[in-house]
């Protein structure tokens, strides 16, 4: 099994797929999205955000521009906040994806400290990046240096006893069970303090 650097398995996850360019807002079609969504007619939705009929579908076929009393009624008829209703669906979104990865079965991608098991490989353009991690480094001076990448990073013990370094503050002993939750560009490292090698979970943001 070849050597990966920790930060390299961000690169891995992103090359099955590029960021989704921004698109401009079409209001109107935002809308009729959303209410489509609920399975709600034109009727049925203006019901809810009461709204005249005739309004909601000149909003939908952008013939008028809602005033913000408005859209905090379509807001709330919709059940979402105001902000959502100009937050663009990502592109090739795909509703109700799943990928179950047996006990085993993720990629694996070993390091001088660490040997990763990626999770979820089959989705692409994952937001998040989640995989499992047995820790074999027993000493901070066994990293080169501190471990840092972009994004946000959850940590959860599931056997042994780990202490995490970070670069703003003291490290932390924590057991199984015991969770953190952490700015990734901090520097950061994790060693086993027990006597076999501790395992944890890993997610990385990836947005």
Request: zero cysteines.
């Amino acid at each position: 099994m070849t050597s990966t650097d920790p930060r390299q398995l961000i690169t891995i996850a992103r090359e099955n797929g590029e960021d989704a360019q921004a698109q401009p807002l079409d209001l109107g079609m935002r809308v009729r999205d959303l209410r489509k969504a609920q399975g709600w007619t034109l009727e049925q939705a203006a019901t809810q955000a009461g709204l005249a009929r005739s309004t909601l579908s000149k909003i939908e076929n952008g013939q008028m521009s809602p005033t913000y009393d408005a859209l905090k009624k379509l807001a709330v008829g919709l059940q979402i906040s105001v902000p959502q209703l100009f937050t663009p669906p990502q592109r090739d979104q795909v509703n109700g994806r799943m990928a179950v990865t047996r006990s085993g079965e993720g990629t694996g991608h070993a390091t001088a400290t660490y040997e990763h098991e990626l999770l979820a490989e089959s989705l692409t353009k994952k937001q998040m990046l989640p995989y499992r991690a047995q820790v074999r480094a027993r000493s901070a001076d066994e990293f080169d240096g501190w471990v840092r990448h972009d994004g946000e990073e959850f940590l959860y013990v599931l056997t042994g006893v780990i202490r995490l370094y970070t670069e703003f503050y003291e490290p932390i002993e924590m057991k199984r069970g015991d969770s953190a939750y952490y700015d990734a560009s901090m520097g950061h490292n994790v060693i086993s303090v027990s006597n076999e090698d501790a395992t944890i979970l890993w997610v990385t943001s990836l947005a």
